[in-house]
């Protein structure tokens, strides 16, 4: 079992920066896929940004290229993803999610993931 714990959530305003943190405990994430999801006002979790499972190969949501950052440190067990040049439109919950098995094609679903976190609220004010 892994356990994932969200924090670093905030209010800021728009043209601010966050960095949320994913701490993971039960078992090393090192060779799981990672990945940060986003819910909104829609009822459907967004992909925002991942690892893959192998080769350290990350992928982002168009709407935040170039803006978030993902990031791994394995030795704390822990994945992060820093915002820059936030907008009101990334106001959601953002959640943190894993899985040992995911294949790349499966990367941007939720459903494929076995393992979340509480999320972390994220408000951005114009």
């Known amino acids: 079992q892994v356990q994932l714990v969200e924090s670093g959530g905030g209010s800021v305003q728009a043209g601010g920066s966050l960095r949320l943190s994913c701490a993971a405990s039960g078992r090393t994430i090192s060779s799981y896929a990672v990945a940060w999801f986003r819910q909104g006002l829609k009822e459907e979790r967004e992909y925002v940004a991942g690892?893959?499972?192998?080769?350290?190969?990350?992928y982002y949501a168009d709407s935040v290229k170039g803006r978030f950052t993902i990031s791994r440190d394995n030795a704390q067990n822990t994945v992060y993803l820093q915002m820059n040049n936030l907008k009101p439109e990334d106001t959601a919950i953002y959640y943190c999610?894993?899985?040992?098995?995911?294949?790349?094609?499966?990367?941007?679903?939720?459903?494929?993931?076995?393992?979340w976190g509480q999320g972390t609220q994220v408000t951005v004010a114009s």
């Open positions: 999610a894993a899985d040992r098995s995911i294949i790349t094609s499966s990367l941007r679903q939720a459903r494929h993931y076995d393992y």
């Open positions: 690892f893959a499972r192998t080769g350290g190969y990350t």
